[in-house]
T-cell receptor, first 111, second 114 residues
């Protein structure tokens, strides 16, 4: 059983609000990722991290930001949420052989 | 950029039928290949992976996948599906020498009818 946790599981917020999606893993993995997943669409990488103090943008343009101050923690922040941000956000970490482990996801709805 | 294609978007099978889900990728270099499964209401889980060696890899729950390098394919198979196999299946590719990025297909929704 993978030890990667995301909170909250579900979130409904109003437009313009600032939100932070939490992701933590207890496996000591250096590599962590954030993906966006819409129904019927492929997973899109929006951010990733090699390790502490290292973050990169992924393939999908995103208005979110991430930080990696501790190995186990990789939060994603939206400074001003919009309805177009409504989606499912998946956090993952990978072991040295590149197998990825995923959290349960946060389903975000912006109204 | 790499891409991963899963041509079957929705598959409906009866129990005991055989399953094959297609996965093709575009990257020509050395790759790691994965199949992930997402059961209803649950998180994505690793089903099986290929790094090197025997191109036929076996995963959990009786699933297997075959890497055919010449066809850039990594198809998932199961000889006899069960109702509990109803889930979303994602193929993913990670290139060994290009950093941390995984590329996922759009997923295949499998429904197994009892």
């Amino acid at each position: 059983e993978a030890d990667i946790y995301q909170t909250p599981r579900y979130l409904v917020i109003g437009t313009g609000k600032k939100i932070t999606l939490e992701c933590s893993q207890t496996m000591g993995h250096d590599k962590m990722y954030w993906y966006q997943q819409d129904p019927g669409m492929e997973l899109h990488l929006i951010h990733y991290s090699y390790g502490v103090n290292s973050t990169e943008k992924g393939d999908l343009s995103s208005e979110s930001t991430v930080s990696r101050i501790r190995t186990e923690h990789f939060p994603l922040t939206l400074e001003s949420a919009r309805p177009s941000h409504t989606s499912q956000y998946l956090c993952a970490s990978s072991d040295p052989r590149w197998a990825a482990f995923f959290g349960q996801g946060t389903r975000l709805t912006v109204v | 950029a790499q891409s991963v294609s899963q041509h079957n978007h929705h598959v409906i099978l009866s129990e005991a039928a055989s399953l094959e889900l297609g996965c093709n990728y575009s990257y020509g270099g050395t790759v790691n290949l994965f199949w992930y499964v997402q059961y209803p209401g649950q998180h994505l889980q690793l089903l099986l992976k290929y790094f090197s060696g025997d191109p036929l890899v076996k995963g959990i729950k009786g699933f297997e996948a075959e890497f055919i390098k010449s066809k850039f394919s990594f198809n998932l198979r199961k000889p006899s599906v069960q109702w509990s196999d109803t889930a979303e299946y994602f193929c993913a590719v990670n290139a060994r020498n290009t950093g941390n990025q995984f590329y996922f297909g759009t997923g295949t929704s499998l429904t197994v009818i009892p």
